[in-house]
């Protein structure tokens, strides 16, 4: 099985700052990789997917990259509305999710 | 606008089945993955498995042998049996259909119900 692990678990940033997730595979999935991003309550929304591709209404400060292993979710400058947790997937083989990165506010 | 919405039972005995049906509007199950994803309360995302619009499954190795998704096309919906059930099984179970036929990422979810599984 294919294990996803995502750093940090917990990240405390203020709004305006850049910063970035990452995501490590156990091993290669090529580029077949999502984030989400998910609010307390609430289902996850698709913010990434094969590693680069931004979904479509997802504004523009958020960005992938990677491929093979190591992968990473970066948002430009943190807007109020950016604070919560994010996962990514794998569907290389089998599907299989990281234990998320709850972003909090400084 | 696709949309989907779980339904089913929110308590199941231990031993049990659970089972779970998403119907599906603004789009035909006949295309894409479609997926079942549960959280347990408190916790981080467990992909179930999916059932494609040619009928094949990917089921989660986990839980294999106690997972079947299947799809009713009539009625354009999918469904979720999970046999054998224990407290581990309390999560909210999500249903999600990908963005589109290249792979299981998953552009449209269900607003999840909590299955809790207690005598």
């Known amino acids: 099985d294919i294990q996803m692990t995502q750093s940090p678990s917990t990240l405390s940033a203020s709004l305006g700052d850049r910063v970035t997730i990452t995501c490590r595979a156990s091993?290669?999935?090529?580029?077949?990789l999502a984030w989400y991003q998910q609010k307390p309550g609430k289902a996850p929304k698709l913010l990434i997917y094969q590693a680069s591709s931004l979904e479509s209404g997802v504004p523009s400060r958020f960005s992938g990259s990677g491929s093979g292993t190591e992968f990473t979710l970066t948002i430009s400058s943190l807007q109020p509305d950016d604070f919560a947790t994010y996962y990514c997937q794998q569907y290389n083989s089998y599907s299989t999710f990281g234990q998320g990165t709850k972003l909090e506010i400084k | 606008q696709v949309q989907l919405q779980e339904s089913g039972p929110g308590l199941v005995k231990p031993s049990e089945t659970l089972s779970l049906t998403c119907s599906v509007s603004g789009g035909s199950i006949n295309s894409n993955y479609w997926n079942w994803i549960r959280q347990p309360p408190g916790k981080g995302l467990e992909w179930i498995g999916y059932i494609y619009a040619t009928g094949s499954n990917n089921y989660n190795p986990s839980l294999k042998g106690r997972v079947t998704i299947s799809a009713d096309t009539s009625n354009n919906q999918f469904s979720l049996k999970l046999t054998s059930v224990t407290a581990a099984d309390t999560a909210v179970y999500y249903c999600a259909r990908s963005r589109d036929s290249r792979g299981p990422h998953l552009g449209y979810w269900g607003q999840g119900t909590l299955v809790t599984v207690s005598s």
């Open positions: 091993q290669s999935i090529s580029g077949w």
